[in-house]
Structures are given as C-alpha cells and as structure tokens.
C-alpha cells in the first residue's frame, strides 16, 4: 500500500510540475500570476457545508464594475481529485480574471479529495456549492438566473458532470444506482440546477482514458476516487463519467482540449463533443493545436470563447 501511495504522490507531482508557471506550483495548469486579477470585494474561506472543514470552503470574487446583481460562473480547480484545499490556484490569472473582467461573479471551492471520501462525495460537494450560491444570493448579489460551471482536468470533470447531471438526482447506470444530489450542507431545499459549462481538458470517459497517448501510473487516479479496479465493476466507471448522463434537454458546454495533452489524452475532447452533439446537446468544441494540459491552452483567444458561450447561454437562460 505504501508503493501505491508514494507512486500517486509522485505522479501528482509530476502533474504540477508539468504546470508550474511564474505564479508558482498548482495544479490548475498554467498558473499565470494573479497580480491582474482586480475585483471590487473577495470573500475568503467560507464554508458552504456549515461542518467547519477546509475542504467544505469557497472563496468569492465581485467583478470590478460593480453591479446590482452578478451572474455567476463556479470554477474548479484539477488535482486528479487528490487536493481537497486547492481553490487559491484555480487558474486565477486566467480563467477567473477573464470572468471577472466580463462581469461575472467567481466562485472557487474547495471539495473531497480521493483520498477524504470516494465518489460520489466529490460531485455531492459541488451541488451543495450551487445550494449554497442560490440560499446566499441577497447577500453576496448575485443573479441566480444564471449560474455556469468551469473547471480544469479534474476540475473539468467536475463541471461537466454537474452540467450533464444539472436536475438529475439519482441514476441506474447498468447494475449501479447512484445519488448525484447528496445532502451536504445546510440548503437542500435549494435547486442545484446550472445554465451552461465549460471543460478545460477534463477526462470524461473513464472508461477510455487509453484512447490516446497520456500518463502512464501503476494506479489511476480514478481507481482511487472510485475504489475498485475498471475491470471488476465497468459500471462503475460509468457513473464516474459525464458522457453517461447526457441528454437533449442538457444545457449548453463548450469544450477546450489541448492535441498534446499528455495527461488527460486529446481523444477525451473528441469524444466528449461527438457525445454531445449525438445527444443533441448544444456544444463548441474548441481543439487546441500544440495545447498541452494547461499549458498553450489560456490564450486570449481561447478566453474570449468561453465568455461568448457564457454570455450567449445567458441570453438564452434569461
């Protein structure tokens, strides 16, 4: 046991060290510094489960212009669902200063690490974010008619899986029945529904997760979340991943994937946008040439995209 662990610390290393950027290690890709990240008010360290765990907190940031009311955008930082307290490096300089810019409210939690609690705790900690988001609208102004996802690698994941399950409470994936809802926190009377999402390089078939070239480890990261080998219980694996939940009815997701990424393959991508478009799901599907996994991927450009989705899905919300 203790060769497996010290082979996933080091291959969790290896994946931030492959994203370390001058604003230091993390494991949200390219950490870029945040010194242009300007905002009217932040909100630090607060806990949406009401239990007093790190890994139950959230910190907010208010657009600089202010407004009466903020749409909102919850952004996931990727660990490989090994960090539980990782919300201080989710992509701050680039993802979250583009939102904030475009006058969004950003929204980064904290949630259960692998290592903490097995899935579903992961996707219930999320729900209970959006919970909580809408139970504190009044006080924290924001526009609750239009909440979206984001999120990189795990983070990514994340995001999809909240979008692709958005209204679902409980599934049967084959032999397995599973509860997506949960009931973390204090707001379970609240809706958990989002309006559209964005994945940056998410694994979103865990079942295929050798469809192209990426990271070899002697256990997978989502072995660990999910406690059981892919052969002994492939239904499993199907719960754990978003291309499951899809329907027609699904809200809007645009999707960024880099062609070298070898961490989380580039056939991740593909296969997430033919998932979408075969299941009528209004989908962009934005290949990053030379993009590896954060890195080449935050371009202006790329930035830029996600906001017009964003905005155009808020119309269409409103």
Known sequence: MKKVLLSLVAALFAIGANAQMPGGFGFGGQQLSAEDMHYSQKFTDINYAGDNEAYHTLDIYLPEKKQDKYPVV????????????????????????????????????????????????????????????????????????????SGFSSGGHLSSLTA????????????????????VGPYTDFCSRVNAAADWSGPIDLLRMDCGEGMKMEVSPEE?????????????????????????????????????DNVVPFCQGEIF???????????EFNPVEGGG?????????NLARMINFFDKARETAQ
Not at 165 to 183: F, H, M, P, R, V
Not at 227 to 243: A, F, H, Q
Not at 253 to 259: E, S
């Open 74 to 149: 919850v952004h996931i930082y990727g660990s490989a669902w090994f960090s539980n307290n990782s919300k201080g490096m989710a992509d701050l300089g680039t993802i979250c200063t583009a939102l904030l810019k475009a006058g969004y409210a950003v929204v980064t939690p904290n949630h259960r690490s692998s290592m903490d609690a097995k899935y579903p705790a992961q996707i219930h900690d999320i729900k209970a974010v959006i919970r909580f988001i809408r139970a504190k609208a009044a006080e924290y102004n924001f526009d609750t008619s239009f909440i979206a996802m």
């Open 164 to 183: 692709a399950t958005s209204g679902t409470k409980n599934a049967t994936i084959g032999t397995e029945q599973i509860d997506l809802e949960g009931n």
């Open 224 to 260: 660990v979340l999910l406690g059981v080998k892919k052969e002994d219980n492939p239904d499993r694996y199907r719960t754990l991943s978003p291309i499951s939940y899809l329907e027609p009815t699904d809200v809007p997701i645009i999707v960024f994937h880099g062609t070298v």
């Open 273 to 283: 946008y033919r998932a979408l478009q075969d299941n009528g799901v209004k989908s």
């Open 293 to 301: 996994h954060g890195f080449n991927m935050y371009t202006e450009e």
